[in-house]
C-alpha cells in the first residue's frame, strides 16, 4: 500500500497494533466476533479531540513500543494508558493532539500504567473495511484483515494539516491504577449456583492472569466450589463470566468465540468491560451485582456525552 494521502509510516508496530472502530455487527451467526475498541473511552476521547465521526477507526496500540514516521504535516491524537512518549526524541505528554510535520517521528514507549493506546488520524484511519467493520480480529487469521506491520501506511481519511493544540481536561482521563470494581449483572443461569459460590464472587479479591488477551480475561483467586455442569453450547455476549470446571473466573471480551459451553452467573456491564480491558496481569479486581437497568442508564449516559456534549468550545467556556 501507497500514501495517497496525509500518512505515517509504521517503524515499529510494537506487540500488536490493530485498526478498530467500534465493531461488527450481524456476523455472529457466521462465526464472526464483534471485535472494536476495546477501551470506547479512551476510543471516543482520541475520535473528539479531532472532530472526527463517532465511531471512525483509531489505531489500537497494545502495551506500547510503536514508532512511526510522518510522511507529511499530520496533527495526530494519542490517548490511553501511560507510555513514555517522545517526538523526534524529545519527551511529550498524552492525552491530546500532537502536530507532525514531515519527517518527525513519533516514538512510544511500553505502558506502565493501562494497556491500550489509540491513536486518531484525522476523519479517521483509512482502512479496507469488510462485513462493515475495519475492525480486526487477528485470532480469527481472516485473509486481508491482519494487523499492523512495519513498514505499513496509515492513511487518514482528511486533512487538517497541523491545527491549534487540544488537550483532555484533567478530569476526564482515568487512573488504570485505581481499584476496580466490575458490576455483574444476574443471567438466567445465575440460580444455578450456589448461595456460597455467589457470595465468594462478591466477596473475595480477584487478580488479573497473564492468560488476558482482546478475547478475555482469566481471573485468579479463590475458586468456587460447586460449579454447575457444562451446558449445550450458546451464543455468548461481550462481559460473559465463564466459570470453567477450575471455579476461576473468565470475563468474555470483544474478540471473544461466538458461542460457549461453560455455565455463566451473569454479564459485566459493557462500560466495566472497558475500564477491564486497561488493567494489566497482578492488578485486584472485585465483582458487585447491578441490575440491568443501572447499567444501561449509564452507558446512555456515556453514548450521550461524547455524541452531543464533547465541544472543545465548551471546555473552553468552563462546562
Keep these: 500500500m501507497s500514501p495517497s494521502a496525509p500518512a505515517l509510516r509504521v517503524i515499529r508496530p510494537g506487540a500488536s497494533a490493530t485498526v478498530q472502530d467500534t465493531g461488527r455487527y450481524g456476523y455472529r451467526q457466521h462465526g464472526l466476533a464483534v471485535g472494536g475498541a476495546l477501551d470506547l473511552h479512551a476510543f471516543n476521547w482520541a475520535n473528539s479531540l479531532l472532530d472526527n465521526p463517532p465511531g471512525a477507526a483509531c489505531l489500537e496500540i497494545m502495551l506500547g513500543g510503536f514508532q512511526a514516521r510522518a510522511e507529511t504535516d499530520i496533527t495526530v491524537a494519542l490517548t490511553g494508558a501511560h507510555a513514555h512518549i ?39 484511519l483509512n482502512s479496507p473495511e469488510w462485513f462493515g467493520s475495519q475492525s480486526v480480529v487477528p485470532r480469527e487469521k481472516i485473509e486481508g484483515i491482519d494487523p499492523i506491520s512495519a513498514d505499513m501506511y496509515l492513511i487518514a481519511n482528511r486533512n487538517i494539516g497541523t491545527t491549534a493544540h487540544r488537550e483532555v481536561p484533567e478530569a476526564f482521563r482515568p487512573n ?4 476496580l470494581t466490575l458490576r455483574l449483572i444476574p443471567g438466567y443461569q445465575f440460580n444455578q449456583f450456589s448461595r456460597d459460590d455467589l ?30 455442569p457444562g451446558i449445550i453450547s450458546e451464543g455468548i455476549a461481550l462481559g460473559a463470566v ?19 459451553g461453560y455455565p455463566k452467573p451473569g454479564v459485566i456491564a459493557s462500560l466495566d468491560c472497558h475500564r477491564l480491558a486497561q488493567r494489566l496481569p497482578g492488578q485486584t479486581i472485585r465483582f458487585a451485582y447491578t441490575d440491568l437497568a443501572d447499567a444501561q442508564n449509564e452507558r446512555r449516559l456515556f453514548n450521550s456525552f461524547f455524541r452531543e456534549r464533547v465541544s472543545f468550545e465548551n471546555f473552553e467556556k468552563g462546562m
Aim: charged residues 25%; negative net charge; contains cysteine.
Design 86 to 124: 517522545e517526538l523526534n526524541g524529545s519527551a511529550i505528554s498524552q492525552w491530546r493532539t500532537i502536530a507532525l510535520k514531515a519527517g518527525d517521528e513519533l516514538s512510544i514507549g511500553h505502558s506502565d500504567c493501562g494497556r491500550i493506546l489509540y491513536l486518531a488520524l484525522p476523519g479517521g
Design 176 to 179: 488504570y491504577r485505581e481499584e
Design 199 to 228: 457470595l465468594r464472587l462478591t466477596t473475595e479479591e480477584y487478580e488479573l492472569t497473564q492468560q488476558s488477551d482482546r478475547m478475555g480475561f482469566r481471573l485468579s483467586g479463590k475458586p468456587m466450589k460447586e460449579v454447575p
Design 242 to 260: 465463564q466459570i470453567p470446571g477450575d471455579g476461576q473466573p473468565i470475563v468474555l471480551l470483544n474478540d471473544c468465540q461466538t458461542i460457549g
